[in-house]
């Protein structure tokens, strides 16, 4: 006489309803981090070792042909000083990101350098990653 059931309970588990929510999952990300945009120009910036960080206060970029930009918005060099002090007057921390063009002439680098250590501003210096 048997009396074992006939009903076995499997201890299987399907693997393809967690491979279509991770597919999914990487497609949601891949979307949404093209619509992120920095704010910065597209420079040529010179190689280095290390990394830039990304949370930054304003970003000062300076093109080839000697122009000055705050966030994108071009900027006169005189006017660069008063414009940095508003944008970061109520700045726990001033944070100064400089982006400076490859083949940039260093006088104008040190202008932005110099503007920061008068005014006890941090400055990190973009690079591109070699």
């Given at each position: 006489?048997?009396?074992r059931?006939?009903?076995?309970i499997?201890a299987?588990?399907?693997m393809?309803?967690m491979?279509?929510i991770?597919?999914?999952?990487?497609i949601?990300?891949?979307?949404?981090s093209?619509?992120?945009?920095?704010?910065a120009l597209?420079?040529v910036?010179p190689?280095?070792k290390?990394?830039?960080?990304?949370s930054?206060?304003?970003?000062?970029?300076i093109t080839?042909?000697?122009?000055f930009?705050v966030n994108r918005?071009?900027?006169?060099?005189?006017?660069l000083?008063?414009?940095?002090k508003?944008?970061?007057?109520?700045?726990d921390?001033?944070?100064?990101?400089?982006?400076a063009?490859?083949?940039?002439?260093?006088e104008n680098a040190?202008?932005v350098?110099?503007i920061?250590?008068?005014?006890?501003?941090k400055l990190i210096?973009?690079?591109?990653?070699?």
């Amino acid at each position: 006489m048997n009396i074992r059931g006939r009903n076995k309970i499997s201890a299987e588990f399907s693997m393809s309803s967690m491979t279509d929510i991770v597919f999914l999952l990487l497609i949601f990300f891949m979307l949404t981090s093209t619509l992120v945009t920095t704010d910065a120009l597209d420079l040529v910036l010179p190689k280095a070792k290390g990394k830039t960080e990304k949370s930054q206060d304003v970003a000062v970029s300076i093109t080839k042909d000697l122009t000055f930009y705050v966030n994108r918005k071009p900027v006169k060099k005189e006017n660069l000083e008063t414009i940095l002090k508003a944008r970061l007057q109520k700045s726990d921390k001033p944070v100064i990101i400089l982006r400076a063009e490859e083949g940039v002439p260093i006088e104008n680098a040190v202008y932005v350098m110099d503007i920061a250590n008068r005014n006890n501003y941090k400055l990190i210096l973009a690079v591109r990653p070699e």
